[in-house]
């Protein structure tokens, strides 16, 4: 098959059943990416739509409520006590990664789908709280991968999965960004080891490159090994400002990447098989440039915007409406909180861990 | 400064010092780098001349001699013996890596300058023998790293030195060749463990982003740790058929890497600071492309193809005759053959090793 046809009709939804309905979504906690990214795009998907936020900023929450024209402003005490829990199906937790677990414990209560942000908890054993109590009430749980509904990406796994750059070899690539230019204030909860998990590069960024690769190479991590430093002052009480580390997955593919969130914003990934290359630069930061390389030529390939927000929700409310099993779920993301633990406690011992 | 000023001269050779005179050369070695890109370029270098080969292969020894036009084709023995020693002042040793150490010997006795391909041998203690035997006769020793004469390289060190992308954070890149493509002989020297060294895919193209990342950062490796598997069938004597690596630098500076002797030919490297990168890619393979991205600007730099063989043999004929020291000579390359050997040590322990 050739490499052209894989992009003849690239922006096509693969996963798209178009059931009848809408899914009315709670978004829980209204940080930048809640409010520049995630709400425009619940907008934008059309078989979503918002109907109440929760935050603990009743004024940036009103402001919410008149731009979006939604009724209900919540704050967490009323979301837990179940206020107005009838008028949404699912809730979008995107709250600083240590309070997943309470807010999706309320919406499983709840029988609220859950889309929740990556990585699921600060640590394993509340992630795997959070994935038990979801089974437990039999709720769809989708850990919000944003890489695996970008075309780009899965165009790109389709032809590895077809074998159009032989046997995958190795994976290298970058996730760096400048935290304190985007967030300019010492106190924020990355910064906080209690609210962030084991670190911040890795688990905040540096998981964008494990997680695309298992996605890509459809095989999982089996032994990790790092390396961290954190050279500023601000970032002392996390042991990551920037890391390297390695992550052998199934079948000996060898990846090494780097992450940061105290340099240049970058991102890259390349997957270097037997016979050829698939790269994503950019990668990781909602803008995705493709390029195969493959018997020595080059296709290159810049497609028009997509926006990886609207296909992520559009692909939840597609199958919570449908009923269908959710891509990155529950056990999915519990083996990238196994894989990041794995990479903290080799910053610490020097050695490389089995996952 | 600008970043275009740096490249308005760019094909400058800002090491040049244009001695008289001509450095007449042995090459001790025909394989295929000797044949194919060597030889060429000595031929092209201004001030070199070719009047010596030494081979045990006498049939390529006489269609080299035809070729270039010399006299004196020579086997080991007769090299060893100093037969016609007085028509070549300098050495290049393009042998396998396992066998350097005798024919260096042999030219610092004679009193000649030598060029080294690298790694400057097989492990450490012969390496040291054989800075140790060019220190005692005071001849000129330079170790074969040709991207250290690339003038991309060069540019984008200067970049680097005056800050142009702010504090360097880390770097990341690929080296990755099909060696039985290029060589379909399972019987070769870089599958034998006594010819080659510690392994094939680190000492033999893992090495270039780690000497290129050495040159552009002017700082030193640090610790290492490292992940390999051999799969395949004839490359079940070496360790690392496929290599991942983390390599600290001083300052913190981290680094990943991959390389691989049985994957697609690709070749990259990404230095990232705080407020830009530099990026070589393609990098490695005689063939170097740079991009600088700064204050969310990208500077792409194609350059007129520079051939860095003929540059690497210009830079030390023109040291050689003029006495200047050289670039990277031999304790640059045993800081090298430590890291590489500290690269294996970590593959077989699974730990962090101290370099």
Chains 1, 2 share one sequence.
């Not at 296909?311 to 009923?323: C, I, P, R, T, W």
């Amino acid at each position: 098959m050739e490499i052209a046809a894989y992009f003849e009709d690239f922006t096509k939804r693969d996963w798209q059943s178009d059931p009848e309905g809408t899914l009315d979504v709670a978004v829980v906690g209204l940080g930048n990416w809640a409010l520049n990214h995630a709400l425009p795009a619940i907008s934008e998907a059309a078989h979503c739509e918002l109907t109440t936020v929760v935050t603990s900023n009743e004024h940036a929450g009103q402001e919410v409520a008149r731009e979006y024209g939604i009724d209900h402003v919540l704050n967490y005490e009323e979301y837990s006590d179940g206020v107005a829990n009838s008028v949404y199906d699912s809730v979008y937790v995107v709250t600083p990664n240590g309070t997943h677990l309470e807010y999706v414990q309320t919406a499983a209560r709840n029988q609220k789908a859950v889309l929740c942000e990556k990585p699921l908890e600060a640590t394993t054993s509340r992630a795997e709280e959070l994935v038990g109590v979801c089974d437990r009430h039999d709720v769809p749980l989708m850990v919000a991968y944003r890489m695996q509904v970008d075309p780009a990406v899965r165009r790109a796994r389709e032809l590895i999965r077809d074998g159009l750059i032989g046997d995958p070899v190795h994976v290298y690539g970058n996730n760096s960004v400048q935290l304190l230019e985007d967030f300019p204030d010492a106190d924020q909860w990355r910064l906080n080891p209690d609210l962030v998990g084991y670190g911040v590069s890795v688990s905040d960024i540096g998981i964008y490159p494990v997680n695309t690769t298992r996605f890509l190479l459809e095989r999982d991590p089996r032994f990790v090994q790092a390396s961290a430093v954190s050279p500023t002052d601000v970032f002392q009480d996390v042991p990551d400002e920037r890391c390297s580390f390695l992550v052998e997955f199934e079948d000996g593919i060898q990846s090494a990447f780097t992450s940061s969130q105290n340099a240049y914003s970058e991102s890259h990934l390349t997957v270097v098989g037997t016979k050829g290359t698939v790269e994503l630069s950019p990668a990781f930061h909602l803008e995705t440039e493709l390029t195969i390389q493959r018997g020595g030529t080059e296709t290159s390939t810049s497609f028009e915007w997509i926006n990886e927000m609207v296909e992520e929700f559009e692909y939840f409310a597609d199958h919570v409406l449908s009923g269908r099993s959710i891509g990155p779920d529950g056990r999915h993301g519990l083996v990238d909180m196994y894989t990041l633990e794995a990479i903290y406690d080799s910053i610490e011992q020097g050695r490389r861990v089995e996952i």
